[in-house]
């Protein structure tokens, strides 16, 4: 009888680590898809591509700080080759977060989520004029 019951109390507590990790996988996927919709957001709201990729890399750096979660060594990309009236900014976030703390089988120690957003520029906006163009 005893036997059952170290074995009942080792299930639970995988099922119960097993839950904190979909829950961790969860939340921190959830926190990169808003990074990436933010970051877009912010990027289409500029003038230019590269200040639009600034405000991209200073969103997710801050959305990413504000939900608190182990998002390690984060990184942008953002792509601004339709950055005209009625284009788009497309920025993609990806990080790594850490699960080793877990210790379940099968499980790793770290995975990398990824999450892109996409952010369209109005069609009758004003873009100042590149330099040298004619």
Do not use: K
Not at 115 to 129: D, S, V
């Amino acid at each position: 009888m005893i036997e059952v019951a170290v074995w009942c109390a080792l299930l639970v507590g995988v099922i119960m680590r097993g839950n904190t990790a979909i829950g961790l996988i969860d939340s921190g996927r959830s926190d990169v898809e808003q990074a990436a919709w933010s970051a877009a957001r912010s990027a289409s709201l500029q003038a230019t591509p590269a200040e639009a990729e600034r405000a991209a890399q200073q969103t997710t750096a801050a959305t990413l700080a504000h939900a608190g979660r182990a998002c390690r060594n984060p990184h942008t990309d953002v792509d601004t080759s339709a950055f005209r009236a009625g284009g788009q900014v497309n920025v993609t976030v990806s990080c790594h977060t850490d699960l080793s703390s877990l210790t379940i089988p099968g499980i790793p120690g770290t995975i990398t989520l990824s999450a892109r957003g996409t952010a369209y520029l109005e069609q009758h906006r004003q873009l100042p004029i590149p330099t040298g163009a004619p």
